[in-house]
């Protein structure tokens, strides 16, 4: 197996880490209820996507 014959500096081990980064979901406000819900995803709160009622709410 390979091993490095030399040792990596931070520098060098932090520029090849540089694309790892995790960013975080786009989030939009429903225009119902105005909590926030991911773009083009029917509200989990409301039920609604593009003004209809797609997801029935339960009566509890």
Known sequence: MALPK???SKSK???R???QSLTL???STC???NEYRLPHHA???CGFYK??????QSES
């Not at 003004?51 to 029935?56: N, Q, S």
């Open 51 to 56: 003004g209809r009622l797609v997801l029935p």
């Open 31 to 33: 225009p119902q209820c």
């Open 6 to 8: 030399h040792k990596k």
């Open 43 to 45: 509200c989990p709160h």
């Open 17 to 19: 880490r540089s694309h």
């Open 25 to 27: 979901p786009q989030l």
């Open 13 to 15: 081990r932090n520029m």
